[in-house]
């Protein structure tokens, strides 16, 4: 079943979860907390999987795909309304590891799959570039390993373990919801305890 365009991703849906992190005792170090914020994050995952899987259907012409995209980018990358910081701070890490994916959907509509290397190498590539503080390269990397993950290739997650801290762990989380939303693109419900 597809959705109608505009209901891939909501703004209520996308409060829903604020709510629930302004409602919650947030402890970074909980495992409650990072449950959270995972299913928060997949939630997006599986909505940007539905609009890519529309746009392979047809059920979405290249420019209705990327609006759609576009329009939930915008929903979920918008400041949240906090005053706590520890809230806040949790929120962006989310936010942050989002963008790699909306970018790695509107890469796959625009331009498939890119075909120069594997996962692996590109997350190498990134952190290289990282490294040398080239961020817009780093993405650019993370982006295309979406590409392949968006394609059904495979990565090991565990990979961000073996990286600096820093963005590209972050997108490299991000590409694990992608990959999760992939292989089990059920909507997450925000009232699981």
């Known amino acids: 079943m597809s959705n109608q365009p505009g209901e891939y991703y ?8 604020l709510d629930r992190i302004d409602e919650e005792e947030l402890d970074p170090e909980d495992d409650d907390t990072a449950q959270l914020l995972w299913n928060m994050q997949d939630d997006t995952a599986i ?6 899987s529309d746009f392979e ?3 979405l012409d290249e420019d209705g795909a990327l609006a759609e995209i576009e329009e939930m980018r915008e929903v979920v990358l918008a400041e949240p309304e906090f005053d706590d910081e520890q809230a806040l701070m949790l929120v962006d890490s989310v936010q ?3 963008v790699c994916v909306f ?15 594997g996962i692996g190498d590109y997350v190498s590539a990134a952190a ?3 490294s040398e503080e080239d961020l817009d390269a780093a993405l650019s990397y993370c982006v295309q390993a979406g590409t392949l993950v968006i394609d059904g290739a495979e990565f090991d997650p565990a990979m961000a373990e073996e990286l600096e801290p820093g963005l590209v762990v972050q997108w490299v989380n991000g590409l694990d919801s992608l990959q999760t939303a992939m292989k089990d693109p059920e909507v997450v419900e925000e009232d699981d305890e």
């Open 10 to 17: 909501t703004p209520e849906r996308w409060q829903n979860w």
């Open 128 to 130: 290289d570039a990282e």
């Open 103 to 117: 970018y790695a959907a509107e890469e796959y509509i625009v331009g498939g799959t890119a075909e120069e290397a």
């Open 57 to 59: 259907d047809e059920v």
């Open 47 to 52: 909505a940007v999987v539905k609009v890519v």
């Open 96 to 98: 942050t590891s989002l």
